[in-house]
């Protein structure tokens, strides 16, 4: 069975600097890799995603990830963050076999804070 | 408009009771899923479901069941309430089982 591990659970950064929060996935195959953000009270919205190919991935507001096999790890960075990033990310992994409905599996979190 | 949307957003109910929480889709997607977050907001998945097949999380409760009427809707219906299950409840879709999952808003449930 797959696994997410998120070992950071919050990160504080100041508004305006770099930003990198860490995912690291178990899988036996190469897995679909997904990072999505979660402000409060809200649903989740997708950042980005990795299924295959280049191993940089761009997304939505700023956002890429990394896909490192070897370190089976799947980054999220941003060069530049502003206030209204703070929120919940959650990185996740899919499966791709045994048909694939069997959902993803999401690491536990991690709160991000900015410091004005 | 809402791609993937569930009513209510809030639902306060006592122990014991039995309620529904409904969730619709209108991306035309084939495989939907139900989600719980807990406190701590950890998601796990609870069930995923195609007109083919569903599969459950064999860690949730019987008194949990997906009801499907059809092709754009997967209902969650939750017999016997209990405290431990007040959590947040997402939808989810995907065009294929292998494919990113759209989340709708979440239903936060209080059993009292």
């Known amino acids: 069975a797959q696994s997410v591990t998120q070992p950071d659970i919050h990160i504080t950064v100041s508004e305006g600097a770099s930003l990198e929060l860490r995912c690291n996935y178990s899988y036996g195959a190469t897995p679909y890799l997904f990072w999505y953000v979660q402000s409060p009270g809200q649903g989740l919205q997708l950042l980005l995603k990795y299924f295959s190919g280049d191993t940089l991935v761009q997304g939505i507001k700023g956002f890429e990830a990394e896909f490192k096999r070897s370190q089976s790890s799947f980054n999220l960075r941003k060069p530049s963050v502003h206030w209204s990033d703070a929120a919940e990310y959650f990185c996740?992994?899919?499966?791709?076999?045994?048909?694939?409905?069997?959902?993803?599996?999401f690491g536990k979190g991690t709160h991000l804070i900015i410091q004005p | 408009d809402t791609a993937v949307s569930q009513t209510p957003k809030y639902l306060v109910t006592q122990m014991g009771n039995d309620k529904s929480i409904k969730c619709e889709q209108n991306l035309g997607h084939d495989t939907m899923y139900w989600y719980k977050q807990d406190s701590k907001k950890f998601l796990k998945i609870m069930f995923s479901y195609n007109n083919k097949e569903l599969i459950i999380n064999e860690t949730v409760p019987n008194r949990f069941s997906p009801k499907s009427p059809d092709k754009a809707h997967l209902n969650l219906h939750i017999n016997s309430l209990e405290l431990g299950d007040s959590a947040v409840y997402f939808c989810?879709?995907?065009?294929?089982?292998?494919?990113?999952?759209?989340f709708g808003p979440g239903t936060r449930l209080t059993v009292l």
């Open positions: 989810a879709s995907s065009q294929l089982a292998t494919d990113t999952q759209y």
């Open positions: 996740a992994v899919g499966a791709r076999s045994g048909g694939g409905a069997d959902g993803l599996t």
